[in-house]
């Protein structure tokens, strides 16, 4: 079978993915990132998973299908990528690609979450690719001691507004609950779980003698809608995956074993994370005073935003003197990811840099932005409740 390239994965990252979290100065698995971010760290990231950065190679063969370089491909936040040249070649050759992605419902989403979504559907839209998404509900109840099976249903209900709210296209998106569409999944999850060895998901996602059986074995039910689109279309299918790069070590072990079951490797295209408010690691649910969420009101996200750490001096008059430090600023990163332009966000930098811009200006167009796309936004999520039907995963997928 015609695939994508063969190197092993897992075996390519296996030791020095622990070396990287030995080194206590950054972690990065599916469950946790701490940390300062940095852009240097998405580098050794790269070095470190054995991923492969966006080329200008790449970005030209993209830009020759879609028309125009994404702002968010034009600003890094899509950094790397596993076989996207492949994926986009078989495209060229006729064989279209579906989309994977999805949503651990452990809390409300917040914007952070948004980016890799509407880029998501800026490539259905474009390559008006089919898209699953699945919603992890079984991984969430099972890493959280805390999380009861009550506030996990009603986070994937509360979730799944926002997807619809991104924009998708119904007729192109099914939505998939693990614990609801689970028939669907179990027969390609132990396919894929009688392949990966116990001492591999240890090298790979961190697993101790302390960590329940249910996360053990729940790996290959995030790795069988990749092979999902295969099933349905009865025949070896492409897809992509567009994530934060956290959600890498699935795609590994994924990538490992699916020649061996007569599928394609999955393509990622990879993101950076949007820092926290208080810029010490990721935006988190976990730490809802320094996220904003979409069902955040718009007062209190203009409270979060007005509190923000920034990379300004202390005083006014030192930051006049010596500028602020756009390069580890959230505020910053907000608004050049989110709102800002090329030109604007450039302008930005060299007028915070040189101490012509002082940080309340900055916060204050941040949290105009974010407010007005806020209100937006859950207005589209209101609307989302009459259309979770039409976007359901069911047996007629499959025919
Ligand atoms: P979850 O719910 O942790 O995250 C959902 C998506 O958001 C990305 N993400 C972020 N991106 C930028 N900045 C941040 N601060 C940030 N925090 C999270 C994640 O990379 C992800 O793309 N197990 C998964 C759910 C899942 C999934 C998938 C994700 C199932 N299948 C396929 C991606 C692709 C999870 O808990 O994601």
Known sequence: ?????????????????DNYQDNKEIIVTPWEVSGEIEDRMYIKLIEK????????????KFRKLTGEVHPLIKSQYFFSHRDLDWLLTKYENGDPFYLYTGRGPSGFIHIGHILPWLFTKYLQDKFGSKLLFQFTDDEKFLYNPRATRETISKYTAENILDIIAIGFQPNLTRIIIDTQHINYLYPIATEIAKKITFSTAKAVFGFTNTTNLGMIGFPPIQAAPCFLPSIIEKKPTPVLIPAAIDQDPYWRITRDIAVKLGFYKPAQIHSKFLPSLSRISKMSSSKPETAIFTTDEPEIVEKKVLSSFTGGQATISLQK????????CPVYAYLRYFFDNEKESLERYIRCKSGNLLCGECKSDLADNTKTFIIDFKRKREKAKDKVKDFMFDEKCLQ
Do not use: R, W
């Open 49 to 60: 998973f054995g991923t492969q950065g966006l080329s200008q190679d790449l970005i030209e």
């Open 321 to 328: 003197k010596l500028g602020g430090n756009a390069d580890i």
């Open 1 to 17: 079978m015609d695939s994508s390239p063969h190197h092993q994965d897992t075996n390519n990252i296996d030791s020095s993915f």
